[in-house]
């Protein structure tokens, strides 16, 4: 989709091939040229379907905009792309930093009733 991220990294991963929309992952992209370096992706787009599947938001939630995408990073890393993230209007903002699987969560949703933004929480 962009010159860092292959589609199959990004589509949905129930085999319904769905893929985030084009302008929220050149706002990723510019992201990822701004951080400088590579980006491990571990969900991006989810159909209504497969999101009830992984996440507790059931059929709706950030994933299944097309508009939000996990990256698996720790630590020192993890603060760096936080606070460019930040600066590039990411509205929402998901921190897993506990244990094992620690990622951050971006997407870039306006403020709306039940989905409150700018905002960010942990898991
Ligand atoms: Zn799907």
Not at 52 to 74: E, F, L, Q, Y
Request: proline residues 7%; charged residues 20%.
């Amino acid at each position: 989709m962009t010159p860092h991220f292959s589609d199959g990294e990004l589509m949905c991963k129930c085999g319904c091939e769905l893929l985030p929309e084009q302008d929220f992952m050149d706002k990723i992209e510019a992201l990822r040229v701004a951080y400088g370096r590579s980006m491990t992706v571990t969900s991006a787009a989810r159909c209504p379907e497969y999101n009830a599947k992984v996440s507790g938001t059931g059929r709706t939630g950030p994933h299944t905009t097309g508009r939000a995408i996990d990256i698996a990073i720790d630590r020192k890393a993890a603060w760096e792309l936080l606070s460019l993230a930040v600066q590039f209007g990411f509205t929402g903002i998901g921190v897993q930093q506990k244990g094992g699987g620690r990622f951050l969560h971006f997407d870039d949703l306006p403020n709306a009733p039940g989905q409150p933004r700018p905002t960010i929480w942990s898991y």
